[in-house]
């Protein structure tokens, strides 16, 4: 739906929210009587002086929502209004929630199932596993209707979205500038593969926004406020992903995080959120699954090996779950000496082939028939 140039640029007005939005609105009748009426008559109806009231400054925003409409025409952008019916729900409960989202791309902004993914720019070997691990898990086993969420940064975020291309789920970035442009240039690319395959890159910034460092701050609270959770990947002790964290926390979503080693860097700020009690630990797809109350399909039937060959940490680990019957992975990691971090990415790859089970509460067990 195309909006009036008086929707654009009522939308416009800095640190104007839905709440405040409507309570004017229903005071003057509409966006074009806000516009129309003087500065006298708004400071008079409103009994306060605010500088939105003032004619040089309305002038200004028309002005400007004149051109942004032209953009829009012409590069046939989504626009997304608060008084909308497909404005997203799960911004109804925001208190800061924009007016406006801006959309290139098709992608429903009021899926069912909605995710997103946050960490470093300085993401390492062992986090973009975990990206890819997650959101190949969630494709698999809680299926297409899964949209990955992020912020088309370097690192995990970039990693979140190729990871969703290559399992085949609809990806979302929020990025913090107008649509005449991509930032960071190099990700171009895979803004238009987003799009072209059922994704959006989605903005509350008009065209023309320049790149600002607080406008990636704001821009953190959309990625929080679209999704039913926030998965923290990698993060060092400060950065985004922890403000993102605390957002979505702050919003009543669910908040998780992939645990790592005490003494790596990029794992300090995850390792902070668990223990703060901000994140949920995570350990894989099927973790996700459960805590949201997402039905996870049967998994499909291995082929297994006719000669099964282990490794030494493998057979130890067949070896006890044999005997035990079924191990929370914390008691799996104390009883063998293996870090969990290790340990997880032993347990995905020969869940993988087939060799063990993932049960509900982070438990593991040898696969029947083997």
């Not at 009994?47 to 002038?59: A, C, E, K, T």
């Not at 590069?75 to 801006?102: E, H, N, Q, S």
């Not at 950065?239 to 979505?248: Q, Y």
């Not at 645990?259 to 995570?282: F, H, M, Q, W």
């Amino acid at each position: 739906m195309i909006p009036t140039v008086s929707q654009l640029a009522f939308s416009m007005i800095r640190g104007m929210t839905p709440d405040v939005a409507s309570e004017i609105l229903e005071a003057v009748g509409s966006e074009d009587a806000f516009f129309r009426m003087s500065e006298k008559e708004l400071r008079d109806f409103a009994q306060l002086s605010s500088r939105i009231f003032d004619d040089g400054y309305r002038s200004g925003l028309l002005e400007k929502a004149e051109r942004e409409l032209a953009f829009i025409s012409e590069k046939g952008v989504r626009t997304v209004y608060f008084t909308d019916k497909d404005y997203p729900v799960r911004f109804l409960t925001v208190p800061d929630a924009p007016l406006m989202l801006f959309a290139a791309g098709s992608c429903e902004l009021n899926a069912k199932k909605l995710v997103s993914i946050v960490g470093t720019r300085h993401a390492t070997n062992y986090g973009v596993g975990l990206c890819r691990d997650l959101v190949a898990g969630l494709a698999e086993q809680v299926g297409s209707d899964v949209v990955i969420v992020s912020g088309l940064a370097y690192g995990i975020d970039i990693a979140a979205h190729l990871a969703a291309l290559d399992a085949g789920l609809p990806t979302i970035a929020v990025v913090a500038h107008g649509l005449d442009m991509i930032y960071p240039a190099q990700h171009r690319a895979t803004a238009a593969e987003i799009v072209r395959h059922g994704g959006a890159v989605v903005t509350e910034y008009p065209s023309l926004t320049r790149v600002h460092r607080s406008n990636f701050l704001a821009r953190n609270r959309i990625v929080a406020a679209l999704s039913d959770c926030t998965v923290v990947v990698e993060s060092a002790e400060k950065g985004g992903a922890l403000v993102t964290a605390n957002i979505a926390q702050s919003y009543g979503r669910e908040v998780f995080a992939f645990p790592g080693k005490v003494t790596d860097e990029y794992s300090a700020g995850c390792n902070r959120l668990i223990r703060k009690n901000v994140a949920s630990l995570l350990l894989s797809a099927a973790d996700l699954a459960d805590a949201m109350g997402w039905e996870r399909k049967e998994p499909m039937p291995v082929q297994q090996e006719l000669f099964v060959e282990l490794t030494a940490e493998e057979q130890q680990i067949v070896d006890l779950l044999g005997e035990k019957g079924e191990l929370h992975i914390n008691d799996l990691g104390a009883a063998l000496n293996v870090p969990i971090h290790k340990l997880l990415s032993l347990l995905v790859d020969m869940e993988f082939r087939g060799l063990v089970d993932v049960l509900p509460g982070n438990r593991y067990a040898v696969r029947k028939n083997f």
